[in-house]
């Protein structure tokens, strides 16, 4: 993962509002299917996806504690009542304190882990095209997320050598050809396979 401190700072918007129309689609119904994320039904995913909004938007603000030093792998997401009104006002939440300069200076946490705040915005946006297309997957939804966030993650995520650097936060590097669409690249070094369907 490439650790590089400065850099400018980016937009989220058109990441966290193609989640939001997926999420918006969502039948009750089909909480309790199976994600490309083996430990998680839909339910579990759209309480993570809940949950990193959160933390990375109180990581923007530097406003540290349980929504930020939590390890996301040391419990299972649990998704409430009032999700349908919740997850798009965090993720509305999130882009606007990323669209702060002051958010991207200096370092922030996540995940409980102490990091540059020019990377938290870059790997915010890693998991916000990488969830979202879990759940067009998961849900049978269409999904065309931005370049400029495809890039982004793909930049982050890309293999370098030193899997290490990875953190062991994600499965291995799925192979695919240099030529596959930019999506399927940036779900394969995330560990998914671009050619997951629910059942296959």
């Known amino acids: 993962m490439d650790n590089t401190s400065h850099i400018p ?42 949950g990193l909004a959160t933390a990375f938007r109180d990581a923007a603000r530097k406003d540290l504690g349980p929504s ?9 997401p649990v998704l409430h009542d ?3 009104t919740v997850l798009p006002q965090r993720l509305d939440e999130l882009v606007e304190s990323w669209a702060s300069p002051e958010a991207w200076d200096g370092h922030t946490q ?12 870059r790997v915010a946006v890693n998991e916000l095209v990488v969830h979202g297309w879990d759940l067009a997957r998961a849900t049978g939804q269409a999904y065309s997320p931005d370049d400029a966030s495809l890039q982004v993650a ?3 995520m890309k293999p370098t050598g030193d899997e290490e650097s990875r ?9 695919v050809p240099e030529s596959a669409p930019l999506l ?16 296959a």
């Open 9 to 50: 700072s980016l937009d989220l918007r058109p990441a966290a509002r193609a989640v939001a129309q997926l999420t918006a689609a969502v039948d009750d119904a089909r909480l309790a299917d199976p994600t490309p994320c083996p430990k998680y039904a839909v339910r579990e995913l759209l309480g993570h996806i809940v």
């Open 68 to 76: 930020t030093n939590t390890d996301p792998s040391s419990v299972l």
């Open 82 to 84: 009032d999700w349908r």
């Open 110 to 121: 996540a995940g409980g882990v102490t990091l540059p705040a020019a990377i938290a915005g």
């Open 154 to 156: 793909y930049e982050l």
């Open 167 to 175: 953190g062991g936060l994600f499965g291995p590097v799925v192979e």
């Open 184 to 199: 399927d690249r940036v779900v394969a070094v995330n560990g998914r396979r671009p050619d997951w369907r629910p059942g």
